[in-house]
């Protein structure tokens, strides 16, 4: 399978626009390459306008996100959130709780390679708060 790009400052396109729920702000998906027989995990790149996140989640069997353009943000449960750069390199181990995004006034594309466990790759929880979210950004 090859990915065409027709934009010359994106490493891919920007994809569709996520509607399910998990995310709050503008994100967008482009599959690179879906769960098949060869591989247990979904390879995509992520866009999200400034201000856009995850909600917290957790993967069973872990994730990696590679920071390809922009600055976001990546935060544990209970720990304090962490600017993450183009060129940054994230490896969550599996039943973390956390969220990840673009900074508020930043956009941030990352790819993201998440592992299954069965049919499962994500564990979806609340929205990150407007508190949470400010605290973040500080």
């Keep these: 399978m090859t990915t065409q790009n027709n934009n010359t400052t994106a490493l891919f396109p920007k994809g569709e626009k996520l509607t399910n729920g ?66 940054d390199v994230i490896n969550i181990p599996e039943n973390i709780e956390h969220w990840h995004g673009a900074k508020a006034g930043s956009k941030m594309v990352h790819i993201a390679i998440t592992n299954y466990e069965g049919e499962t790759n994500a564990v979806w929880l609340n929205p990150v708060t407007e508190e949470e979210y400010n605290e973040a950004n500080k």
């Design 22 to 87: 998990y995310f709050t702000g503008d994100a967008f998906l482009q599959v690179l390459l879906p769960k098949d027989k060869n591989n247990d995990f979904i390879l995509g790149s992520v866009t999200f306008e400034p201000g856009a996140r995850t909600n917290w989640h957790t993967h069973p069997k872990g994730q990696v996100l590679i920071v390809t353009e922009g600055e976001g943000l990546y935060q544990e449960k209970g720990k304090p959130a962490q600017t993450i750069k183009k060129g």
